[in-house]
């Protein structure tokens, strides 16, 4: 396996922090929600990573195999339609409740903006604790391995430029995908959901709200059909700890 780019072996595996952990503080002006972010297609975010041969983008998986989003890339793309909406007139720009306020100064070192955690599936803790014991005992191990619990959740799509009803020579790529539909849902429709927790300020509230409903679109090859979500904020947590 090579890289496309220098990263450490840790950004490729998260450390299984407890779902939608993103820090706590203790000041009195802080709320914990969630983002709700469902699949609408399949989806990639890719992780820098590259299997030549086989895998040209890969997505973010943990230890285990199971995929997630990163909460960087969701800040980043929850920041990007905030801008849209400035933009268009249809944000909140009132004191304390601008952009710069709720998502911080690039580059800030200090900043005091909303805290995004990474987006797991539904019941992961639950997933990873039954897959850790699982493993402790030793109990089948070829069948939990990493590679078969990421392709329960993925699959690999081949894809080619073409201009004019040609294809470019040397254009075959293969990325693999996030499957729209979940591998642990009994109805084989039913789409696959993550959840990311937030911190945010109460004055925000109305703002993210209108930013989760206009982020229709995460990840890489938007204009393929990949990358189609629905996003809900919701301002309440029972975790504390988002």
């Known amino acids: ?30 709320n914990w929600g969630e983002l709700e972010i469902t699949l609408q297609s399949d989806i990639c975010i890719g992780n820098g990573y590259a299997f030549f041969g086989t895998i040209d983008t890969d997505v973010v998986y943990d230890r285990n195999g199971l995929p997630f989003l990163p909460a960087r890339r969701l800040k980043g793309v929850l920041r990007e339609n905030a801008e849209f909406l ?41 997933i990873t604790e039954n897959l850790d014991n699982l493993k402790k005992e030793k109990i089948l191990d070829e069948l939990l391995s990493k590679e078969k619990i990421l392709d329960l959740f993925t699959s690999v799509k081949a894809q080619t430029r073409i201009k004019d009803g040609v294809a470019y020579d040397n254009s075959l790529r293969f990325i693999r995908v996030i499957n729209q539909y979940s591998a642990m849902e009994q109805r084989k429709d039913e789409p696959l959901k993550f959840t990311a927790g937030i911190r945010y300020k ?40 988002v």
């Not at 268009?88 to 998502?103: A, N, P, T, Y």
Request: proline share 1%.
């Open 86 to 126: 400035h933009k268009v007139g249809l944000l909140q720009d009132d004191e304390g409740k601008s952009i710069e306020d709720i998502f911080g100064y690039s580059n800030s070192q200090n900043s005091n903006g909303i805290q995004v955690g990474n987006g797991y599936i539904n019941n992961f803790d639950e």
């Open 1 to 30: 396996m090579s890289k496309k780019k220098n990263s450490s072996s840790k950004n490729k595996s998260s450390s299984n922090k407890k779902k939608n952990e993103v820090g706590t503080t203790n000041s009195t002006e802080w």
């Open 202 to 241: 109460s004055s925000w509230k109305e703002n993210l709200e209108k930013i989760a409903k206009a982020t229709r679109n995460i990840g890489i090859n938007r204009n393929r059909g990949l990358g189609s979500v629905t996003c809900v904020f919701n301002p309440r947590s029972n975790d504390r700890h």
